[in-house]
Nanobody, 127 residues
Framework: VQLQASGGGLVQPGGSLRLSCSTS????????IGWFRQAPGKEREGVSC????????YFADALKGRSTISRDNAKNTVYLQVSSLKPEDTAVYYC?????????????????????WGRGTQVTVSS
């Protein structure tokens, strides 16, 4: 299974990025998607997730109010948009999937809840 996170890069403080999570191996519409990040020297933390019904969305306090998460089932892609980026957002961002079936409101932010993981994309916020 190949899950790909992309869209990272170097961005100035206050800027924004849209991260994408996609795969060509299976349909994401039956999977909750979680986004996690890991900064150097820190533990991986769950920052966002979206259920298959799109009714449940979670944002960690660090991202709340400046992030959106959405699905495009036609493109088999989930997006995490983060704006007003801060240096402390610098991390490798990973997406992960958890099978819940379609139409589910389940969405978790603990890494143990997810089965498949992408390789991650580096986000660096610096002037």
């Amino acid at each position: 299974v190949q899950l790909q996170a992309s869209g990272g890069g170097l961005v100035q403080p206050g800027g924004s990025l849209r991260l994408s999570c996609s795969t060509s191996d299976f349909s994401l519409d039956s999977y909750a998607i979680g986004w996690f990040r890991q900064a150097p020297g820190k533990e991986r933390e769950g920052v966002s997730c979206i259920s298959t019904s799109d009714n449940s969305k979670y944002f960690a306090d660090a991202l709340k109010g400046r992030s959106t998460i959405s699905r495009d089932n036609a493109k088999n892609t989930v997006y995490l948009q983060v704006s007003s980026l801060k240096p402390e957002d610098t991390a490798v961002y990973y997406c992960a999937t958890a099978w819940t079936g379609s139409g589910s409101s389940l969405c978790g932010h603990f890494s143990t809840q997810y089965q498949y993981w992408g390789r991650g994309t580096q986000v660096t916020v610096s002037s």
